[in-house]
């Protein structure tokens, strides 16, 4: 969403980037033209009446909004407003939707439900991440799929691509390293599959000493630490947290790997293909498919089965692509190509000039 922002700051319409709470690392990648909007709501409920008070006071002219809670909230908030200076209200919805509510509770799971079923039809566009998650979805709400628009994450930009060119301070990612270094990144919550990973990392080193680095903080490290030390991995698996810039461990790591049990469209899926690094993915749902081409591009496994995605690991270590093959496909979810598709569906397909 920042992405998507800044792109459009930069092509000269006036942006807000509107936040129930504005904290967190990524704020610093705000473009500063882009000026933020902090509801300082605790809970999504609570940034209803404060988001209708923005719109109210600064009516603008249409409202992107992204995952359940904040996009119910932009609908009710915009139905409030008088016809007249209502704005435009487009939502996406940034995972696989029937299958990302399977890892809520059951009280949220109903509650998120009856929130998308009754507020997304009544948006005037929908933009899911994916073919596979616009289909998910249309079924979900009961719609035509014609009514969702299937636009990819922009997940390729210059300052990506030029932050992976900086030094990793790791022994493990040194040019004369002894071993092969897998990377995977993600929230370390059930959903991501880390524990497969870890199963098949067993399997893959009865063949080959490979280190494992993860990316990402959650709800699982202390499970994911037990299971490293029950399995014996300590000295072959880091859970190395939250990383500032993952990018620079992408391009110097020998394979990234995506073990998840469910996906929307994973971003680090394309950025470490786009940092020329050689991959592996389970065939989730969604976007692994699509990103990888039905595995032209990347080895795609069954989610869930450790044995087969450690027999695709060390295939592709033995046998690893051409990065710019790989390069070259990253290049399709470049920035540019994506927020012309988001411009057009908010309709803004033409650029404001920018003001002396």
């Not at 407003?81 to 940034?94: C, F, G, L, T």
Request: net charge neutral.
């Amino acid at each position: 969403m920042i992405t998507v922002a800044n792109a459009l700051a930069e092509q000269g319409h006036a942006v807000d980037l509107v936040l129930l709470r504005g904290a967190g690392p990524y704020l610093r990648e705000v473009d500063p033209r882009v000026r933020v909007v902090d509801l300082a709501a605790r809970h999504a409920a609570l940034g209803a009446l404060p988001f209708y008070r923005y719109l109210r006071a600064e009516r603008p002219q249409v409202v992107l909004s992204t995952l359940v809670g904040p996009n119910a909230i932009a609908v009710a908030g915009s139905l409030l407003v008088p016809r007249a200076s209502r704005a435009r209200v487009v939502v996406r919805e940034a995972n696989t939707l029937s299958v990302a509510l399977k890892y809520r509770s059951w009280g949220s799971r109903l509650l998120a439900g009856a929130f998308a079923r009754l507020s997304y039809p009544l948006a005037d566009a929908v933009i899911a991440v994916s073919e596979e998650a616009r289909d998910d979805l249309a079924r979900f709400l009961g719609i035509a799929p014609s009514r969702v628009t299937a636009i990819h994450n922009p997940s390729v930009t210059a300052s990506m691509l030029e932050r992976s060119l900086e030094p990793v301070d790791h022994a493990w990612f040194a040019d004369d390293r002894s071993e092969p270094v897998l990377v995977a990144a993600g929230r370390l919550v059930q959903k991501k599959g880390f524990d497969v990973l870890l199963d098949a990392l067993v399997v893959v080193r009865r063949e080959r000493a490979v280190r494992l680095q993860i990316l990402g903080e959650g709800e699982e490290r202390r499970a994911l630490q037990q299971q490293i030390a029950r399995l014996g991995l300590e000295r072959s698996v880091e859970l190395a947290g939250f990383v500032d810039n993952p990018f620079a461990r992408f391009a110097r790591a020998d394979l990234f790997v995506l073990p998840s049990l469910a996906e929307g469209m994973p971003n680090v899926l394309v950025e470490a293909m786009a940092c020329g690094c050689a991959v592996v993915a389970t065939r989730c749902p969604s976007g692994p498919r699509e990103i990888l081409r039905d595995g032209r591009d990347g080895a795609l496994v069954a989610p869930g089965d450790a044995a087969a995605l450690a027999t695709a690991i060390l295939e592709t270590l033995a046998h690893p692509p051409d990065p710019a093959k790989l390069r070259a496909r990253a290049a399709d979810f470049e920035v540019g190509v994506v927020v012309a598709a988001y411009a057009e569906v908010l309709g803004l397909a033409t650029p404001v000039p920018m003001q002396e």
